[in-house]
Structure formats: structure tokens, C-alpha cells
């Protein structure tokens, strides 16, 4: 009977959170990892706005990223989709000379970006009357026919990729801004573009992607945040999103917008681990930034909407930014589209069910097109050779150096530490054949080969963002 009412009780909060079409923000940090918030156990950083926030609704501890760098993740965040789906796995990037080189980068000048078949969560959401909008990083292609402008979003300002990359400028729409970027007051230039977002869109519905360039290197702070933090400039750093977090939520209660409002924090993937103290920590998880390891791909999330998700409440489900594309459009009264597979799933149910679970049977770990791993349940498994006769190398190792296939108990052991291989032939044998499913889904990833259903023509990995 508990049960059943708290199903009634769903029904009914999410029928009139989509009737009245919430505003959605997500706020998308670059490089933070794991254990860069406070309330995921930062001790050195200070983050009230985003401990505040998770005490007034739901941390998600199992929350995952569609790749374990930039562009990938923002692949899976705007289509729903595994990032090698839309073609983004190797050959994205480009080598000094202009030839193609594999890798999932996407530098100045690259011919490459997120290809006009693609549909995206903003153009879904635009096709339901929201106004759309993106400050920040966008990522997906320099060139002006993959601008912002062109998938979906209404309304842009921001930088076309990291910020150790160059040119480096601002864009308003397809324009360039002829204002020089002062890195040390970026994030307040991005808040000062987001807070005019949603004071113009007021009357809503709306949806505001805002995806910061911070804590991603080259580090910079304002003057009110430099040199504060224990942690050094990356504290600093990470601090001043924090504040940036707190503005963004101070003027939705403002503007009595925030029952109205959805907001989601999250970041695009684990922290920089190479950078030293300019990167960030994602303990207790294994790894960071560039692995398919768990602190590379899981990431802080804190889901906000006083009087819809209750406060102060946890969610261990996983969840991924690949479900933002179904939930949204749930959200909205719209669908996702019908004619391709969309990957992530609508979660709902976890933001306000204590006793939801994962809609995620099995979940995979992708780098550009190596398929590293996958999860079901608690359980891990990392395979050595994707069962495709080639060896896994880690990246940042010797290429002697092979990666032994694993199993690992991530409830038990989430730094993945112990393998349990021994133990469990069967959850073994369940795993390769996961991994199997995908290969027949996803094509033969480690040679390249495309997907191969209809909805895939034009978008293979040689013809990436050419019409």
C-alpha cells in the first residue's frame, strides 16, 4: 500500500510539474571532480550555495557522463545519445598539418563538430515554446555552421571551447564580441549573461544551459576569491562557481520563479588529475579526467526545485546526463524524438521517489570508440580486450602497460580496488555478454565501423559535421 501511494503521489506531482512546463537550468562546471563540493566531501573548498542547495533537494552519488572529456560529454548531455551514436568517438580532432587524427578533441579551425542531423534537447524543448539559451562553453565546432544558433538554441554567448585553446573570444549568437576576455572575470561575465536570461524570460517557460569554463586549466578567480581558498587557485576556482550557483538560485527565489524551476548541477566529467594541484579530486573513486575508471565519468549532481523534490534527500540510483534528453521533454509535454535511439531514459520517479530505481539495467563505459566497461547493478566489469581480439592500453602508461580485465563491487568498493573476477564466473559471463549486445548495437567500435541503422546515414565518423 506504501508503495502505491507513493506511485499515486508521483503521478500526480509530476502531471502538474509538466502541465505547468517547468524553466530548466543546468549549470554544467568543467573539470570539477567527485569530491570538489562540499557536500560530496570537500574539506578544503568551500561551496556553501551548492551545500545549500542539495539541503534543499536531492544529491544523485551515482550520476554519470556520456564520455570522459569535453566534447563527448556534451554530445550525450544535448542528443540522449551515446556520444559514439552521433559519431563522436575517434576522429574528431585534427593534427597540427589539418589532417584528421583520432582523438575527441575538437581544436581551432577543426572542420568537424556535432552534425546538422543531430536533434538536440534544446531544439525539443524550443519546439514546445521554451525559450532556449546557452552561456558558457559550447564545444561542439568553431566552424559557423555548428554554432550554438544552429541546434536548437535561441540565444548565445560564450566561447567556442576550452580555455587553453586559441583563439580564444567571445561569441554572442555567430558574432564576435569585440570585448577581450579577462579570465579572471569570466565566471562573473557568464552569471551576468545567465541572470539577463532568465530576468528576460521571466514568464517562461525556459531553459538556460549554462556551462561554465572553470575549474578547467588555465585556473583564474576575481579578486573577491583569490587567494581565499585552502586548496589554492583551484579552490579559488571552484569557490566562485559556487557563488556563481548561489546567484543563479537567488534570483530565481526573486523573481518567484523557484518552485517554477528545475535547476541541475553537475559537471562534464572527473577532475584533471595530471594538473597536480591545479586539478581537482574525485575521491573515493578511482582516477579522474581521460579514464573510464569511476572518477572520470562519475560526477557530482544536485537536482533543486523546492515544493517538487523534497529536500535534503539522497538518491543512489544511477542516473546519467544522457537522461536529460527524455526527462526534459517529459517535463515539457513534448516526446524525444521518435526516428533514433535515444540511449538515456525519463527520470522522474528519481526525483521525487525515495524508493525509485534506476531505470539503467546496463550502462557503458565509452572513450571515443573503445568500449572500456559496463555496469549493471552494483557490478563493474572491465574488459581487456572488448572480447574483439585488441588489447586495452591505458593512455597515460607505456604502451606495455595493459589493463587487466576486472570485476569490481561498486557499492562495496568504489574505488575499485579489488577485483572479484574469481568469485563470480557468472556475473562475469552476464557482463561479456552485455558487452557483446553492444558491439551488435553499436557496430564494431574499435575498428571504426559505424552504426549502421537507418537513422545513422550521413552521420559516420569520416563524414562528422558535413551535410
Not at 502505491?4 to 537550468?25: E, G, K, M, R, T
Not at 576522429?91 to 587524427?101: C, F, K, T
Not at 579526467?289 to 562519475?298: A, I, M
Given at each position: 500500500?506504501?508503495?502505491?501511494?507513493?506511485?499515486?503521489?508521483?503521478?500526480?506531482?509530476?502531471a502538474?510539474?509538466?502541465?505547468?512546463?517547468?524553466?530548466?537550468?543546468?549549470?554544467?562546471?568543467?573539470?570539477?571532480?567527485?569530491?570538489?563540493?562540499?557536500?560530496?566531501?570537500?574539506?578544503?573548498?568551500?561551496?556553501?550555495?551548492?551545500?545549500?542547495?542539495?539541503?534543499?533537494?536531492?544529491?544523485?552519488?551515482?550520476?554519470y557522463?556520456?564520455?570522459?572529456?569535453?566534447?563527448?560529454?556534451?554530445?550525450?548531455?544535448?542528443?540522449?545519445?551515446?556520444?559514439v551514436?552521433?559519431?563522436?568517438?575517434?576522429?574528431?580532432?585534427?593534427?597540427?598539418?589539418?589532417?584528421?587524427?583520432?582523438?575527441?578533441?575538437?581544436?581551432?579551425n577543426?572542420?568537424?563538430?556535432?552534425?546538422?542531423?543531430?536533434?538536440?534537447?534544446?531544439?525539443?524543448?524550443?519546439?514546445?515554446?521554451?525559450?532556449?539559451?546557452?552561456?558558457?562553453?559550447?564545444?561542439?565546432?568553431?566552424?559557423?555552421?555548428?554554432?550554438?544558433?544552429?541546434?536548437?538554441?535561441?540565444?548565445?554567448?560564450?566561447?567556442?571551447?576550452?580555455?587553453?585553446?586559441?583563439?580564444?573570444?567571445?561569441?554572442?549568437?555567430?558574432?564576435?564580441?569585440e570585448?577581450?576576455?579577462?579570465?579572471?572575470?569570466?565566471?562573473?561575465?557568464?552569471?551576468?549573461?545567465?541572470?539577463?536570461?532568465?530576468?528576460?524570460?521571466?514568464?517562461?517557460?525556459?531553459?538556460?544551459?549554462?556551462?561554465?569554463?572553470?575549474?578547467?586549466?588555465?585556473?583564474?578567480?576575481?579578486?573577491?576569491?583569490?587567494?581565499?581558498?585552502?586548496?589554492?587557485?583551484?579552490?579559488?576556482?571552484?569557490?566562485?562557481?559556487?557563488?556563481?550557483?548561489?546567484?543563479?538560485?537567488?534570483?530565481?527565489?526573486?523573481?518567484?520563479?523557484?518552485?517554477?524551476?528545475?535547476?541541475?548541477f553537475?559537471?562534464?566529467?572527473?577532475?584533471?588529475?595530471?594538473?597536480?594541484?591545479?586539478?581537482?579530486?574525485?575521491?573515493?573513486?578511482?582516477?579522474?579526467?581521460?579514464?573510464?575508471?569511476?572518477g572520470?565519468?562519475?560526477?557530482?549532481?544536485?537536482?533543486?526545485?523546492?515544493?517538487?523534490?523534497?529536500?535534503?534527500?539522497?538518491?543512489?540510483?544511477?542516473?546519467?546526463?544522457?537522461?536529460?534528453?527524455?526527462?526534459?521533454?517529459?517535463?515539457?509535454?513534448?516526446?524525444?524524438?521518435?526516428?533514433r535511439?535515444?540511449?538515456?531514459?525519463?527520470i522522474?520517479?528519481?526525483?521525487?521517489?525515495?524508493?525509485?530505481?534506476s531505470?539503467?539495467?546496463?550502462?557503458?563505459?565509452?572513450?571515443g570508440?573503445?568500449?572500456?566497461?559496463v555496469?549493471?547493478?552494483?557490478?563493474?566489469?572491465?574488459?581487456?580486450?572488448?572480447?574483439?581480439?585488441?588489447?586495452?592500453?591505458?593512455?597515460?602508461?607505456?604502451?606495455?602497460?595493459?589493463?587487466?580485465?576486472?570485476?569490481?563491487?561498486?557499492?562495496?568498493?568504489?574505488?575499485?580496488?579489488?577485483?572479484?573476477?574469481?568469485?563470480?564466473?557468472?556475473?562475469?559471463?552476464?557482463?561479456?555478454?552485455?558487452?557483446?549486445?553492444?558491439?551488435?548495437?553499436?557496430?564494431?567500435?574499435?575498428?571504426?565501423?559505424?552504426?549502421?541503422?537507418?537513422?545513422?546515414?550521413?552521420?559516420?565518423?569520416?563524414t562528422?559535421?558535413?551535410?
Amino acid at each position: 500500500m506504501r508503495h502505491y501511494l507513493l506511485l499515486c503521489a508521483f503521478l500526480i506531482a509530476s502531471a502538474a510539474v509538466a502541465q505547468d512546463n517547468p524553466n530548466i537550468v543546468v549549470i554544467f562546471a568543467d573539470d570539477l571532480g567527485y569530491a570538489d563540493v562540499g557536500c560530496f566531501g570537500a574539506t578544503e573548498i568551500a561551496t556553501p550555495h551548492l551545500d545549500r542547495m542539495a539541503r534543499e533537494g536531492r544529491r544523485f552519488t551515482d550520476f554519470y557522463v556520456g564520455g570522459p572529456t569535453c566534447t563527448p560529454s556534451r554530445v550525450a548531455l544535448l542528443t540522449g545519445c551515446y556520444p559514439v551514436r552521433a559519431g563522436f568517438g575517434d576522429g574528431v580532432s585534427q593534427r597540427p598539418d589539418g589532417s584528421p587524427a583520432p582523438g575527441r578533441v575538437l581544436y581551432a579551425n577543426s572542420p568537424y563538430g556535432l552534425h546538422p542531423d543531430e536533434i538536440t534537447v534544446a531544439e525539443v524543448l524550443r519546439d514546445a515554446s521554451y525559450a532556449t539559451g546557452l552561456v558558457g562553453k559550447w564545444h561542439l565546432g568553431d566552424a559557423p555552421e555548428f554554432n550554438p544558433v544552429h541546434h536548437g538554441f535561441d540565444e548565445y554567448f560564450g566561447v567556442h571551447y576550452s580555455n587553453d585553446m586559441k583563439p580564444y573570444y567571445y561569441l554572442r549568437g555567430t558574432e564576435r564580441v569585440e570585448e577581450p576576455i579577462d579570465r579572471d572575470h569570466q565566471i562573473r561575465r557568464y552569471t551576468e549573461e545567465a541572470l539577463a536570461f532568465i530576468r528576460k524570460h521571466r514568464d517562461g517557460p525556459f531553459f538556460l544551459f549554462f556551462a561554465h569554463t572553470m575549474p578547467h586549466t588555465p585556473l583564474a578567480a576575481s579578486e573577491e576569491f583569490r587567494s581565499k581558498s585552502p586548496r589554492g587557485l583551484y579552490g579559488d576556482a571552484v569557490s566562485e562557481v559556487d557563488w556563481s550557483v548561489g546567484q543563479v538560485l537567488g534570483a530565481l527565489r526573486e523573481l518567484d520563479l523557484d518552485e517554477r524551476t528545475l535547476v541541475i548541477f553537475t559537471s562534464d566529467n572527473g577532475p584533471w588529475l595530471v594538473r597536480g594541484e591545479h586539478g581537482g579530486s574525485a575521491t573515493p573513486l578511482r582516477a579522474g579526467k581521460g579514464t573510464t575508471y569511476e572518477g572520470g565519468v562519475r560526477v557530482p549532481c544536485i537536482m533543486w526545485q523546492p515544493g517538487t523534490i523534497p529536500a535534503g534527500t539522497v538518491c543512489r540510483a544511477v542516473a546519467a546526463t544522457m537522461d536529460f534528453m527524455p526527462t526534459f521533454a517529459a517535463l515539457a509535454g513534448t516526446q524525444p524524438p521518435t526516428d533514433r535511439t535515444i540511449d538515456g531514459h525519463d527520470i522522474r520517479p528519481l526525483l521525487v521517489d525515495d524508493d525509485a530505481k534506476s531505470p539503467w539495467d546496463v550502462l557503458y563505459y565509452f572513450f571515443g570508440n573503445e568500449l572500456h566497461a559496463v555496469r549493471s547493478g552494483p557490478w563493474k566489469f572491465r574488459a581487456q580486450n572488448n572480447l574483439f581480439n585488441q588489447d586495452i592500453y591505458w593512455r597515460n602508461a607505456p604502451t606495455s602497460v595493459k589493463i587487466p580485465p576486472a570485476l569490481y563491487h561498486l557499492e562495496r568498493d568504489p574505488g575499485e580496488q579489488k577485483s572479484v573476477m574469481q568469485d563470480h564466473p557468472d556475473i562475469v559471463e552476464r557482463m561479456r555478454g552485455y558487452l557483446k549486445e553492444a558491439r551488435a548495437d553499436l557496430g564494431d567500435a574499435l575498428r571504426g565501423v559505424p552504426p549502421t541503422n537507418a537513422r545513422r546515414i550521413g552521420r559516420r565518423n569520416d563524414t562528422i559535421g558535413q551535410p
